[in-house]
């Protein structure tokens, strides 16, 4: 999980990743500091994240790439700090992979939004019903939550840095 001031987000978004862990559907919640400064990282550590460094700032990407170096598994998990995924998550983007027809596999936005506003609950339906109607096949992943083949991240080259050094469509 890439963090940069997300403080706000993450009592939400760490506990249904918490709770997977619990249950042994995930192996560890990597967490990497890309230069907060608001205390997340800290939050982060007491929900029993592992702390990572990004080296100052990096963006989404580079701080991306930093967590799946250092993770354990043949699946990696990516969750954005102001995601909050379903619990069931975990064990369907496994399930999906250890099928063998995909490498990587990404959720879509919620049909019942905990936005508030009209703008924000707007635009979340809209990719919400955009998503589950598109092609089952993507040319894009997105990394706000979404697993990959570890293998395949990186036969991939990971996410770019470089071309992407800002929050973007850097996945």
């Known amino acids: 999980m890439p963090v940069y001031n997300g403080a706000a987000y993450l009592e939400r978004s760490l506990a249904p990743l918490t709770a997977a862990r619990e249950r042994g559907e995930v192996a560890e919640i ?4 890309d230069g907060s400064t608001d205390g997340g ?8 994240a592992r702390i990572l460094s990004s080296g100052g700032r990096r963006g989404p990407a580079g701080a991306r790439n930093t967590g799946a170096k250092a993770a ?28 063998g027809e995909h490498a990587a ?12 506003g009209t703008v924000s609950l707007y635009k979340n339906l809209l990719h919400h019903y955009v ?18 083949l570890r293998q395949a991240f990186w036969d991939a ?10 929050p973007s469509i850097e996945d």
């Open 30 to 33: 990597l967490v990497v500091d």
């Open 41 to 48: 990282p800290a939050l982060c550590e007491q929900a029993g």
């Open 72 to 99: 354990s598994g043949d699946i990696l998990l990516f969750v954005d700090a102001d995601v909050v995924i379903h619990d069931d998550v975990p064990r369907r983007a496994q399930a999906a992979l250890a099928a």
């Open 105 to 116: 596999v990404f959720g879509s936005y919620d049909a019942d939004p905990a936005a508030d």
């Open 131 to 148: 998503h589950q109607r598109g092609s089952p096949r993507a040319s894009t992943f997105w990394a706000g939550c979404g697993a990959v």
């Open 157 to 166: 080259g990971g996410f770019d840095a470089d071309r992407f050094p800002f």
